[in-house]
């Protein structure tokens, strides 16, 4: 396999083998191609390291059991750089290349809704990580997401802090982005079926460098919980210690980011005992343990929902081309949505005719540090 991507200096080498030619197969040349648009630059290129590196876990293995439709399988990585132009960018570049079968999008909705008018376009199958429920409902039928969405975090998140913590008062802190305002209605919508109240509904800017102003409007509250949607991890960590250096200590039950591992890099202690809902818990399923080992033997981290996600989206979509026995996109399409009973590292992936494939959220804590799995919350699709 090789990884291709702009100013990416560790590329993998890989012995390939010269393939049986399928006849269903479309796509042309020695090799399956799909294209990747991950953050190389910008405020989350940690992060879209081990994006990267989670698809290339998965395409490794998939290429020792025998490639897609008989050939070695390459992705194809461009920069989106963190930003909604960089997206765009980078997917057209990538879809100018004809021999290019499917795609990986981003974790970030704002991301994915900036590049889903050319993904409607083009007609190619794009995985997504991205959270806001309106990304498979906006009539885009390209659009596959291997995260549950967030009108089932919003339901978890309310449902621990109110019935299992016991805390009625919430202040709900978002981004003002399609995600966070998307995550902040999920979760108020949801505190209002259980009768709890919403007593700060609070926005923020991405990339901003001062909380001092939304700390002190949660203080001032009178809230005695907290519940937060936040897009990037850097902001994350700087409003965690900014909320604990300002006297701050209700409970606090976040998105997913809260778990990111560049978002505990960066708050540390200031995100101990805080708990989350995580797509990805290492010791919530058999699968999701095995996915933990392969990607700690290989980077010597732990793994989270940057890398478990494309991980997951790779081995779905190689077995989905494998079993349509074609590249035809419509083909691909079918195969996908037909996916059930699949276990991910993620969860079970069980697709609805939306294109959400996962339908449930974990719950864990930040025990010192360590993230722990408390339980799984499942919901019918």
Same mark, same amino acid.
């Not at 049986?20 to 197969?25: D, F, N, Q």
């Not at 101990?272 to 343990?289: F, H, L, Q, R």
């Given at each position: 396999?090789?990884?291709?991507?702009?100013? =990416?200096?560790?590329?993998?080498?890989?012995?390939?083998?010269?393939?049986?030619?399928?006849?269903?197969?479309?796509?042309?040349?020695?090799?399956? /191609?799909?294209?990747?648009?991950?953050?190389?630059?910008?405020?989350?290129?940690?992060?879209? #390291?081990?994006?990267?590196?989670?698809?290339?876990?998965?395409?490794?293995?998939? &290429?020792?059991?025998?490639?897609?439709?008989? /050939?070695?399988?390459?992705?194809?990585?461009?920069?989106?750089?963190?930003?909604?132009?960089?997206?765009?960018?980078?997917?057209?570049?990538?879809?100018?290349?004809?021999?290019?079968?499917?795609?990986?999008?981003?974790?970030?909705?704002?991301?994915? %809704? !900036?590049?889903?008018?050319?993904?409607?376009?083009?007609?190619?199958?794009?995985?997504?990580?991205?959270?806001?429920?309106?990304?498979? %409902?906006?009539?885009?039928?390209?659009? =596959?997401?291997?995260?549950? &969405?967030?009108?089932?975090?919003?339901?978890?998140?309310?449902?621990? #802090?109110? &019935?299992?913590?016991?805390?009625?008062?919430? !202040?709900?802190? %978002?981004?003002?982005?399609? =995600?966070?305002?998307?995550?902040?209605?999920?979760?108020?919508?949801?505190?209002?079926?259980?009768?709890?109240?919403?007593?700060?509904?609070?926005?923020?800017? $991405?990339?901003?460098?001062?909380?001092?102003?939304?700390?002190?409007?949660?203080?001032?509250?009178?809230?005695?919980?907290?519940?937060?949607?936040?897009?990037?991890? &850097?902001?994350?960590?700087? =409003?965690?210690?900014?909320?604990?250096?300002?006297?701050?200590?209700?409970?606090?039950? #976040?998105?997913?980011?809260?778990?990111?591992?560049?978002?505990?890099?960066?708050?540390?202690?200031?995100?101990?005992?805080?708990?989350?809902?995580?797509?990805?818990? @290492?010791?919530?399923?058999?699968?999701?343990?095995?996915?933990?080992?392969?990607?700690?033997?290989?980077?010597?981290?732990?793994?989270?929902?940057?890398?478990?996600?494309?991980?997951?989206?790779?081995?779905?979509?190689? !077995?989905?081309? $494998?079993?349509?026995?074609?590249?035809?996109?419509?083909?691909?399409?079918?195969?996908?949505?037909?996916?059930?009973?699949?276990?991910?590292?993620? #969860?079970?992936?069980?697709?609805?005719?939306?294109?959400?494939?996962?339908?449930?959220?974990?719950?864990?804590?930040?025990?010192?540090?360590?993230?722990?799995?408390?339980? %799984?919350? @499942?919901?019918?699709?």
């Amino acid at each position: 396999m090789s990884l291709t991507r702009r100013d =990416f200096a560790a590329g993998i080498v890989a012995g390939l083998a010269a393939p049986a030619i399928i006849g269903r197969a479309r796509a042309q040349g020695a090799t399956i /191609k799909i294209g990747m648009c991950a953050p190389v630059t910008g405020p989350a290129a940690e992060s879209g #390291g081990y994006a990267i590196k989670g698809a290339k876990i998965a395409l490794d293995a998939v &290429n020792k059991a025998g490639g897609i439709l008989g /050939k070695q399988a390459e992705l194809i990585v461009e920069d989106d750089q963190t930003t909604n132009p960089g997206i765009v960018l980078a997917f057209s570049k990538l879809a100018s290349q004809s021999d290019i079968v499917a795609f990986l999008g981003s974790i970030r909705s704002t991301q994915v %809704h !900036a590049m889903a008018p050319d993904v409607l376009k083009l007609g190619k199958p794009v995985m997504i990580g991205g959270t806001d429920p309106n990304l498979t %409902h906006m009539g885009n039928q390209w659009l =596959f997401r291997f995260r549950p &969405n967030d009108s089932y975090s919003g339901g978890v998140i309310a449902e621990y #802090g109110t &019935n299992t913590l016991g805390k009625k008062k919430w !202040a709900v802190l %978002h981004s003002t982005d399609a =995600f966070g305002t998307a995550g902040g209605k999920a979760l108020s919508a949801a505190l209002e079926k259980l009768g709890a109240s919403s007593v700060l509904d609070q926005g923020y800017a $991405n990339n901003s460098q001062d909380f001092t102003p939304v700390v002190l409007a949660i203080k001032q509250s009178g809230a005695d919980i907290l519940g937060s949607y936040f897009t990037f991890e &850097n902001d994350l960590g700087i =409003f965690a210690r900014q909320l604990r250096q300002l006297g701050v200590n209700i409970p606090w039950v #976040g998105s997913p980011s809260i778990v990111n591992i560049t978002a505990l890099k960066l708050a540390g202690p200031a995100l101990y005992n805080t708990y989350g809902v995580a797509d990805y818990a @290492e010791d919530s399923s058999d699968a999701s343990k095995a996915f933990g080992k392969l990607y700690r033997d290989a980077t010597k981290v732990a793994p989270d929902n940057q890398s478990s996600w494309t991980y997951d989206a790779i081995n779905v979509l190689s !077995a989905a081309i $494998n079993k349509a026995g074609s590249t035809d996109p419509g083909k691909i399409r079918e195969a996908i949505l037909a996916t059930k009973k699949f276990p991910g590292a993620e #969860g079970e992936y069980n697709f609805d005719q939306n294109g959400d494939g996962l339908h449930g959220y974990n719950i864990v804590k930040n025990d010192k540090g360590k993230i722990v799995f408390d339980k %799984h919350i @499942e919901f019918d699709n």
